[in-house]
Structure formats: C-alpha cells, structure tokens
C-alpha cells in the first residue's frame, strides 16, 4: 500500500486528522525519567501509545534524536510505532534535500534505516535533489511550501513570473513532480490565507500542516480554508503541547486528552 493510500485509510479509521509530533526533549520530560538512559525511547513511545487512537500519523523530527546521539532510540521507537500501532503512518520530520547522490543516502536513512514511510524535504536544490525520494513509489515525500516560522515569508513570498514562490512549489510539486502520486506539502496553520491557496492549487494532495499549539495556529481556520470536500486531505501536526500537555505522573494520560481535544475541535469544523 503507498504512503497516499495509507494516509487515506488512516483517516477514515480514526476520523481523526491529528498528527502526533514526537520531539523529545529531556529537560521536559517528568521526573520519574531522570538518570534513565532510554529516557528519549521510553518517553515517546509512552506518549506515542496513550495518544495512537487520536492520531492519523505520527511525526519523529530527527534533530531532535540526533542532537542527544538517540538515533537508536528513534529506530526502535519507528519500530516499535510500526509494531504497535500497523497502519498508523509514520513521517519522519528530516527536510532533507542535497545533490541528488547525497540525496540518494538520505532516502536510504530515511525509508531504509529508519523504515519511515514518510519523509519531510526541502525543494529548494531542485527536482535532482528530491528524485531519490520520488522514485520510492511505496513512500512519501512531503515537501516544504509555506512553513509555520515568522520568517517564512523571507524567501518563500518573492514575486516569481507574478505569483510567490511558494505557489510556484506547490505548482511545481502538483503538476510535474506527483508523478507516482506520492507527494505531499507542508504549509503552517500560521498561514490560513496562504493555506486556501494552496488547496486552490494543488487538488486533494496531502497537506501536512504544523503550527497548531505551541506556534499558537488556529486549527479550525486550517479545517476552514484547506480541508478536502470529503473532510480530509490534512495531517494537523501538534508537537510541544500533546507531549508537554503535563509535566506530572500523568504526562500520558494528559496527552492524550490534549490530542483528543484537538481531534474533536477539528472535527467539530469538518
Ligand atoms: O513549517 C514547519 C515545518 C515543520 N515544523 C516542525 O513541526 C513541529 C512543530 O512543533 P510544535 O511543538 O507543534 O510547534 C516541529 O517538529 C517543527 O520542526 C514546523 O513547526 N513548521
């Protein structure tokens, strides 16, 4: 089954559109995980099982395992996602993108190391750069449009042949790059406006959308402006305020009332 197939049975056995960011960090975690060495494993993969019923996908984001040397810890926690909780997408949150035999390896890490069915990248070196992650039929590749960060605009706003860059992506993206039907983009729920243009421009492509929670983006303008007409077609994408929703013996128990509250205030606007 491809990455789009998988995505699109997902949703329909959860009706949920949340996906669950796993981005550890150690100095958040409860008390109880001080001085343990699989802290970043544990942790996750506690959240990961409180909240698997509330998500359509889930979203490791590799900088931070790799910055605490827990490249282990993210594939067994990939592993352990897989085992636990089949059908359940996995994205890992990378935003990759090198010339293309660089580019090559990085496919690799991604679906082959970390067996991810996803991977996010950066289309800014070109379709060479992100061709390696094409070819892989089976897997998907969510490519970077419009981001969430107050910066955004910066580059991804300049006026192309009379339309910004990032409408140029997802053009791009759409028309020439989806040939197996295995792209995706990523636009921030900061941007609701930049969000309808882009649904306007790309059909019933997958819209991977962060910056709902800690980045303070409003969920129900996402749903509003880039939802699909069957209701779908987005990954809502909550990091920092699933995982952190409790500091306490009740962190699982406390995420997963965060992502279900989530879930529902999208559902209430589908
Ligand atoms: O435009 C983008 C692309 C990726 N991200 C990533 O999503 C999460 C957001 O975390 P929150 O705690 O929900 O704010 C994080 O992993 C980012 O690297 C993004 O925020 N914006």
Not at 85 to 111: M, N, W
Not at 193 to 215: C, S, T
Request: net charge negative; with cysteine; proline share 5%.
């Amino acid at each position: 089954m491809s990455f789009t197939q998988a995505l699109k049975a997902r949703w329909s056995s959860s009706n949920s559109l949340v996906c669950v960011g796993l981005d550890p960090e150690p100095a958040k975690f409860p008390k109880r995980f001080a001085g343990d060495d699989d802290a970043v494993f544990a942790f996750c993969r506690d959240i990961a099982d409180a909240t698997a019923e509330y998500a359509c996908a889930f979203k490791p984001q590799i900088a931070h395992f790799a910055a605490l040397s827990a490249e282990d810890a993210l594939q067994r926690l990939i592993a352990h996602l897989h085992e636990k909780h089949p059908g359940v997408p996995v994205i890992l949150d990378a935003k990759r993108g090198d010339i293309g035999s660089t580019a090559q390896q990085y496919a690799r890490e991604a679906f082959d190391r970390y067996a991810a069915d996803a991977v996010t990248a950066n289309p800014y070196l070109g379709r060479d750069s992100v061709q390696p992650f094409l070819d892989r039929a089976d897997r998907g590749v969510v490519i970077l449009c419009r981001t969430s960060n107050p910066g955004a605009g910066d580059l991804q706003d300049l006026m192309v042949d009379g339309r910004p860059l990032y409408q140029r992506v997802a053009e791009k993206v759409a028309n020439e790059w989806n040939t197996q039907g295995n792209c995706a983009l990523v636009v921030g729920a900061t941007w609701p406006e930049q969000l309808r243009e882009v649904r306007a421009i790309i059909g019933d492509m997958p819209i991977l959308v962060p910056g709902v929670g800690a980045q303070g983006g409003d969920a129900e303008a996402v749903v509003r402006n880039a939802s699909t007409q069957d209701g779908t077609g987005l990954l809502v994408s909550s990091s920092r305020a699933i995982l952190y929703a409790s500091s306490g013996e009740d962190y699982a128990d406390a995420a997963a009332r965060a992502a279900c509250a989530l879930r529902d205030m999208i559902n209430a606007a589908r």
